[in-house]
Nanobody, 115 residues
Framework: QVQLEESGGGLVQAGGSLRLSCSAS????????MAWSRQAPGKQRDLVAT???????KYADSVKGRFTISRDSLTNTVYLQMNSLKPDDTALYYC?????????WGQGTQVTVSS
């Protein structure tokens, strides 16, 4: 069983920064990638960034140049460094572990950006 726990969310002013963390416990056998997604009230959940087990990264166009996903394979922790935050970045941010046989989600951490 895989469990994911996010942390690092909070309230920040526009232009500020936050760093989200996702700590994963359980087996990493079959792990393909880790990802961050977000969901604003009344909107669908959108993919923000992914990082594969070999370190390749992908970003949504809306966060390119502002967000950076990284991982510490020793501690099974994935990070999302968010800079130049905008009010549109306000959402519940979820960590996801993508395995060859299925996905696991965390409970989410709230990010609120005030204007």
């Amino acid at each position: 069983q895989v469990q994911l726990e996010e942390s690092g969310g909070g309230l920040v002013q526009a232009g500020g920064s936050l760093r989200l963390s996702c700590s994963a416990s359980g087996s990493i056998f079959g792990l393909d990638s880790m990802a961050w997604s977000r969901q604003a009230p009344g909107k669908q959940r959108d993919l923000v960034a992914t990082i594969s087990t070999d370190g390749r990264t992908k970003y949504a166009d809306s966060v390119k140049g502002r967000f950076t996903i990284s991982r510490d394979s020793l501690t099974n922790t994935v990070y999302l460094q968010m800079n130049s935050l905008k009010p549109d970045d306000t959402a519940l941010y979820y960590c996801k572990a993508v395995y060859y046989y299925g996905d696991y989600w965390g409970q989410g951490t709230q990010v609120t950006v005030s204007s």
